[in-house]
């Protein structure tokens, strides 16, 4: 097999594109999707200022003394949002891998808002419970809120470039994402100053649950690997000004596997290949609204062929996955 290349794709490229050239670009999306449905996404469209803004106050979050950071902690095992500290999850549990806890610390945030008339006690508990925001650092939460914005918008815009991959009207997944139930989550992986665990990682190998995921890492750093089909790991390499995009268990459902949710994981590198140094990252878990009904697409089924997945609501299914993972 020819060696791999990460793929990168011009979204703006595509937003202006028409005709025959904005099928050959979907046709490219739908290609990656089969393969491995990774890919680096630039000319996004997202303001500098604002992924700089909230990957400052990121930075200052996880530099406050533990102390601190503990006050924005969830308040109890499985609540979705705020302060997570290190070895609370083992995400290779998802997949009924069992693991030592993952080298990470995270800080977590759900909706925005809760949809008029959203009264499943279900969801308001779970993927609408309260964001714990922390006290400091200053500009913190608007920081978050504004890229939150951002990501719900990009996302948006993804998911039809999607549809036009999938050879399905644009617009198909907007009535799907009207109200997603997405979170974001800013990891960091702290200096380590000892060897990890037998079968440690910063980040087990597991796949995302969702619609897809978009992951700004940290420029130039490494330990993001994906089995890609030649069933290897191999290393993804952050593109500068880009974000890593891929998706997740539910448009693989949706897809009925034509698109692939590839195991991803994230290693430690060799000590003095910088294995034990600090590592950030943000990560956008998109996901459709709380009550979207997810059944595999016509469009992704041959004439004569079924469905391989019954048909599942988006909050339930996430919220089984997640609760998988507590370590």
């Avoid at 000319?43 to 700089?52: R, S, W």
């Avoid at 969801?123 to 809120?145: K, M, N, R």
């Avoid at 060799?270 to 140094?277: I, T, V």
């Amino acid at each position: 097999m020819a060696a791999f290349t990460f793929p990168v794709f011009d979204l703006g490229r595509f937003e202006q594109s028409d005709g025959e050239a904005r099928k050959a670009l979907g046709a490219e999306v739908d290609r990656i999707c089969r393969e491995t449905g990774f890919l680096a996404i630039r000319n996004h469209g997202v303001d500098q200022t604002v992924i700089d803004a909230v990957w400052q106050a990121a930075r200052r979050f996880f530099d406050l003394p533990a102390e601190e950071k503990q006050k924005a902690r969830a308040p109890y095992k499985g609540y979705p949002y705020g302060y997570l500290g290190p070895e609370l999850e083992a995400l290779a549990r998802s997949r009924d891998i069992d693991s030592p806890p993952d080298l990470k610390e995270s800080f977590n945030g759900g909706p925005l808002r809760v949809p008029d008339g959203m009264h499943d006690e279900t969801a308001l508990s779970f993927c609408y419970a309260a964001t714990i925001w922390p006290d400091a650092p200053h500009g913190f939460v608007e920081a978050w809120q504004t890229y939150y914005r951002a990501m719900e918008d990009l996302a948006a815009r993804i998911m039809r470039l999607f549809a036009v991959a999938l050879h399905l009207p644009e617009n198909y997944f907007d009535a799907f994402i009207d109200a997603p139930i997405s979170a974001l989550r800013a990891l960091n992986y702290p200096e380590q100053h000892v060897p990890p665990k037998p079968g440690q990682l910063r980040a087990g190998a597991h796949t995302d649950y969702g619609s897809l995921t978009i992951l700004l890492p940290q420029e130039g750093s490494r330990g993001l690997e994906i089995i890609t089909p030649d069933g290897q790991w191999t290393p993804v390499p952050p593109v500068p000004g880009a974000f890593v995009i891929n998706i997740g268990d539910l448009m693989a459902r949706w897809t009925n596997d034509r698109w692939v949710s590839t195991l991803h994981r994230v290693v430690n590198p060799p000590a003095q290949e910088g294995g034990l140094d600090r590592r950030q990252s943000l990560a956008f878990f998109h996901q459709p609204n709380w009550m979207a009904e997810i059944t595999v697409l016509d469009a992704c089924l041959a004439e004569g062929e079924t469905a391989k997945y019954p048909p599942v609501l988006s909050g339930p299914y996430l919220m089984g996955k997640f609760t998988s993972t507590a370590a």
